[in-house]
């Protein structure tokens, strides 16, 4: 078994879906934190817990495992922090251009060896959301075409809310330019 501790998940999600999520993770770990973007004012991350108060990369950070969090200096005086390893990245939703709810993702990693406690919270975090979301979908084709339901995919989970708009016809789904519909 190789020591690095990879996972990634494709969320489909409304911002209530999110908050959802996010009420979740810290019914289970109260310590966990947002940090709402990758550059911060100083070399200490601003911290939030609500998405709604982060941009389109956020980032799920609990300091009892890493009380503080490496950054560096870009050339312009911007200061960066981690985009995974001690944090967990969060690529939220974002609607596209046919008013489609575009496919977002959670992604993490950690080393098996030197970190265990993160190893851990990446692997319970990703049990939270696959009992907080479903993954019944199926491709459907070009989001610019008319359906043509196609074979189901597994690899996407969607939220509540979002899952119940697209029911009901009020939001199209997509992975990129594909088309995805609830079964």
Not at 8 to 28: F, G, K, Q, S, T
Not at 33 to 62: G, K, M, N
Not at 106 to 132: C, E, F, N, Y
Request: charged share 25%; net charge positive; hydrophobic share 45%.
């Amino acid at each position: 078994m190789g020591r690095e501790f990879a996972r990634r998940i494709n969320l489909l999600m409304l911002p209530e879906d999110e908050e959802d999520l996010v009420a979740a993770v810290r019914a289970r770990f109260p310590e966990m934190v947002l940090i709402p973007s990758y550059f911060w004012p100083t070399h200490q991350p601003p911290v939030t817990t609500r998405l709604a108060d982060c941009e389109q990369l956020a980032f799920l950070w609990d300091p009892t495992i890493c009380p503080t969090l490496p950054t560096h200096v870009r050339a312009n005086g911007a200061i960066a922090g981690p985009m995974v390893g001690p944090v967990i990245q969060w690529l939220r939703c974002k609607r596209g251009r046919f008013n489609e709810l575009q496919v977002g993702s959670l992604g993490a990693s950690a080393d098996r060896i030197r970190d265990p406690q993160m190893t851990r919270r990446i692997a319970a975090v990703w049990r939270i959301v696959k009992k907080h979301t479903s993954n019944n979908l199926r491709l459907a084709g070009p989001i610019e075409e008319p359906p043509t339901p196609d074979q189901a995919i597994r690899d996407t989970w969607i939220g509540a809310h979002a899952l119940a708009a697209a029911r009901a016809g009020d939001l199209a789904l997509a992975d990129i330019r594909v088309r995805l519909l609830p079964t």
